[in-house]
């Protein structure tokens, strides 16, 4: 039987090995080696140079309880979970929702496709067998199939004699298999579980390797150039950055001595900090789930969504937010738990820091940014949060936090532009992007940033409360110090509790 690498190794990578010249490198302490070895019929291989138990932290629990409570969920009735349990696949038997799904009755799986189905789909799908509603629900559930795609760049003589431009395209292409790796898998892996996608992401730097190697061994003029390359990709993605350590030290040992090594993980960036959240949350699988939804989002904003990755990174998995709005009981609790936090964040606040614009200033500014992205993963990652969070937004309104209100308004806000569609209206006018209404227009309109929120303004002059501080600090720079009068008066007036 044919090995992982060996199953799923391009064509073009078995013809390079074939003519290849193989050396002994030198490796590093906790380095795996890349020692080839010679097949039978003369194929060249090499042993992997990357190995996920190695690249990703190890996680370490008594008791993985999320397993159970797969189970439980997988025989409940409760659709929204049961999909997220198939997505993420935190179980170690594949067949494992399969043969779950399959011991349902007829009912409960025809209600579990339909409610994954469009209404037009119900009379073809009604035609399908129970196996084949089981297959097609996993479909559904289940993230797309992995597409592989090789190692595309190859060192070539004279392409080139910018060694941070080498670096940079080399990072480049290494930030694009990173890409292709679903946020799911990621977390399979950070748990222990066997990812396809993070084990071919590993095995397309070791093609880098292979290449890198083979270049440097007939082209050794060369190879003072990469060892230029290496000094750029020591910021840049650790993984490629050590398959062009090992090449070098394989290739010329001397010229690459007094290269420095790293033996930390290569995805601990993400991994770290996913496998503490779990360890840190309270075991309940659906809450957690819930909660890497959100995660998956900001996952691709932060890494997936950018021109530049950042290796160096944390995931940042605070959900401060989402956790609010869990262990909330209304939304009109959830209001009053973000003006807690407000009048807290509000108490420091004095003319000297609105003046200054000092750190005061600064946080409160942050804050309202920050819950403004919250909101908007929220509801991109649970769309079924949204109509709380409009309630929500209603009850700020009426008890006039314009802090919380105008954050969780923007949010909201980005939210229904990610959800629009054109709609066809005439044909004089053609086709509009309409979004979808997010609260009354009392509300919404106090976010128009026309004239300097001129709409805010006037609100907050005739019912004051927690103030939305970027207008009046604008305010200020425009007009003066003497602009920011009737805020500190409605502040002195109603002053603000810790």
Same mark, same amino acid.
């Given at each position: 039987m044919q090995s992982f690498e060996e199953s799923w190794i391009d064509p073009s990578f078995k013809s390079f090995f074939a003519w290849s010249t193989p050396v002994s490198p030198r490796t590093s302490p906790g380095m795996s080696p890349t020692v080839p070895s010679v097949a039978s019929d003369a194929t060249q291989s090499y042993r992997s140079l990357f190995q996920s138990t190695s690249e990703i932290p190890r996680f370490v629990v008594t008791y993985r309880w999320w397993e159970d409570e797969a189970t439980t969920v997988l025989w409940a009735f409760n659709i929204? =979970?049961?999909? %997220?349990? *198939?997505?993420?696949?935190?179980?170690?038997?594949? /067949?494992?929702?399969? /043969?779950?799904?399959?011991?349902?009755? !007829?009912?409960t799986i025809d209600t579990f496709l339909v409610a994954l189905s469009d209404p037009r789909e119900h009379q073809l799908l009604g035609n399908l067998s129970h196996l084949q509603r089981v297959e097609e629900i996993l479909r559904r559930s289940s993230i797309p199939p992995f597409q592989p795609v090789p190692w595309s760049w190859f060192p070539s003589p004279g392409y080139s004699s910018d060694a941070q431009a080498i670096a940079a395209t080399i990072d480049t292409e290494s930030h694009f298999h990173f890409t292709r790796i679903a946020f799911e898998e990621i977390v399979r892996?950070?748990? +222990?579980?066997?990812?396809?996608?993070?084990?071919?992401?590993?095995? @397309?730097?070791?093609?880098?390797?292979?290449?890198?190697?083979?270049?440097?061994?007939a082209y050794p003029e060369e190879v003072p150039l990469y060892v230029e390359v290496e000094e750029h990709l020591r910021t840049l993605s650790p993984? !490629?950055?050590? !398959?062009?350590? @090992? !090449?070098?030290? #394989?290739?010329? $040992?001397? #010229?690459? %001595? &007094?290269?420095?090594?790293? &033996?930390? $993980?290569?995805?601990?960036?993400?991994?770290? $900090?996913?496998?503490?959240?779990?360890? =840190? %949350?309270? $075991?309940?699988?659906?809450?957690i789930l819930k909660m890497f939804n959100v995660l998956a989002i900001r996952f691709r904003r932060q890494y997936i969504h950018t021109s530049k990755m950042d290796w160096k990174q944390p995931f940042d998995t605070t959900i401060v937010f989402l956790e609010d709005c869990l262990n909330s009981t209304s939304p009109v609790d959830l209001a009053c738990t973000l003006t807690n936090v407000d009048e807290v964040d509000y108490t420091d606040l004095t003319r000297e820091s609105l003046v200054a614009e000092d750190a005061v200033? @600064?946080?409160?500014?942050?804050?309202?940014? *920050?819950?403004?992205?919250?909101?908007?993963?929220?509801?991109?990652?649970?769309? =079924?949060l949204t109509p709380y969070l409009r309630e929500c937004? @209603?009850?700020?309104?009426?008890?006039?936090?314009?802090?919380?209100?105008?954050?969780?308004?923007?949010g909201l806000h980005r939210y229904a532009i990610s959800t629009a569609r054109?709609? +066809?209206?005439?044909?004089?006018?053609?086709?509009?992007?309409?979004? =979808?209404p997010i609260l009354p227009l009392d509300p919404v309109i106090l976010t128009s940033p026309d004239n300097n929120y001129a709409a805010y303004r006037q609100q907050y002059q005739e019912y004051p409360g927690i103030p939305f501080l970027l207008p009046h600090l604008r305010e200020q720079q425009q007009h003066g110090e003497a602009s920011l009068q009737s805020l500190l008066q409605h502040l002195q007036a109603t002053p603000i509790k810790p």
């Open positions: 929204p =979970d049961m999909k %997220q349990v *198939i997505r993420y696949g935190l179980f170690r038997d594949e /067949n494992f929702p399969r /043969n779950s799904l399959l011991s349902r009755n !007829a009912d892996a950070s748990l +222990g579980y066997k990812a396809v996608s993070v084990e071919w992401f590993l095995l @397309q730097h070791t093609a880098l390797y292979v290449h890198l190697l083979g270049h440097l061994h993984f !490629a950055h050590r !398959a062009l350590v @090992q !090449a070098l030290l #394989a290739a010329q $040992p001397d #010229a690459a %001595q &007094n290269i420095p090594h790293s &033996n930390k $993980p290569g995805f601990e960036f993400i991994a770290g $900090p996913i496998q503490s959240l779990w360890k =840190d %949350q309270m $075991p309940s699988l659906t809450t200033v @600064q946080r409160i500014l942050a804050n309202w940014r *920050i819950l403004s992205t919250s909101v908007w993963e929220c509801c991109s990652a649970l769309p =079924d937004a @209603q009850t700020l309104y009426t008890t006039r936090n314009y802090h919380s209100l105008t954050a969780v308004l923007d054109t709609r +066809g209206l005439n044909n004089t006018v053609g086709e509009m992007v309409v979004l =979808d």
